[in-house]
T-cell receptor, first 110, second 113 residues
Framework: DAKTTQPPSMDCAEGRAANLPCNHS???????VYWYRQIHSQGPQYIIH???NNETNEMASLIITEDRKSSTLILPHATLRDTAVYYC???????????FGAGTTVTVRA | EPEVTQTPSHQVTQMGQEVILRCVPI?????FYWYRQILGQKVEFLVS????????KSEIFDDQFSVERPDGSNFTLKIRSTKLEDSAMYFC???????????FGQGTRLTVV
């Protein structure tokens, strides 16, 4: 699996957009970018995934650069409940497992 | 909303004892997984299970671990002879297919003393 690099932590203000970067410069053509989050030692929660096109769902948007070497997860209006560790994971389409790294600890402040 | 349920939420066991962690995956899901997270460390993949057999396992999943789907609803992880270093949060997950998102349970905190 391609390795991902994320900043260890970031703060954002409640109500503002949170932009979480992820570098995956060694990603290959059949690898997807997944984002999960883990709120205070609960089970990880799926957020979104994509291959090369930008994706949006009710939780977030995923912007993948044209060369696919990096991506940004956007939480459009962060709330205090979005405080969590966010994981960017690259996964082959025929892989069973998710390989979690250290993630980014996001703290949303009032 | 359907969810993955795990029991018990916390289990304390003595070193050398066998433990069984139980999970009820989402009912129409076909792929099942166990992960663990030692306190303060990363979430680590243990094993995936599909069509009544292990489809992939990590180096952590050695002979002391086994998984079973004893009936149509439960998915269990057995640790045969627990060690202190098995103390961790164990997460069960399921997914309808290999590609889409996996749904995780709330975890069982295993403490080996």
């Amino acid at each position: 699996d391609a390795k991902t690099t994320q900043p260890p932590s970031m703060d954002c203000a409640e109500g503002r957009a949170a932009n979480l970067p992820c570098n995956h410069s060694t990603i290959s053509g059949n690898e997807y970018v997944y984002w999960y989050r883990q709120i205070h030692s609960q089970g990880p929660q799926y957020i979104i995934h994509g291959l090369k096109n930008n994706e949006t769902n009710e939780m977030a948007s995923l912007i993948i650069t044209e060369d696919r070497k990096s991506s940004t997860l956007i939480l459009p209006h962060a709330t205090l409940r979005d405080t969590a560790v966010y994981y960017c994971i690259v996964r082959r389409s025929n892989d069973y497992k998710l390989s979690f790294g250290a993630g980014t600890t996001v703290t949303v402040r009032a | 909303e359907p969810e993955v349920t795990q029991t018990p939420s916390h289990q304390v066991t003595q070193m050398g004892q066998e433990v069984i962690l139980r999970c009820v995956p989402i009912s129409n899901h076909l792929y099942f997984y166990w992960y663990r997270q030692i306190l303060g460390q990363k979430v680590e993949f243990l094993v995936s299970f599909y069509n009544n057999e292990i489809s992939e396992k990590s180096e952590i999943f050695d002979d002391q671990f086994s998984v079973e789907r004893p009936d149509g609803s439960n998915f269990t992880l057995k640790i045969r002879s627990t060690k202190l270093e098995d103390s961790a949060m164990y997460f069960c997950a399921s997914s309808p297919d290999r590609d889409p998102e996996a749904f995780f349970g709330q975890g069982t905190r295993l403490t080996v003393v």
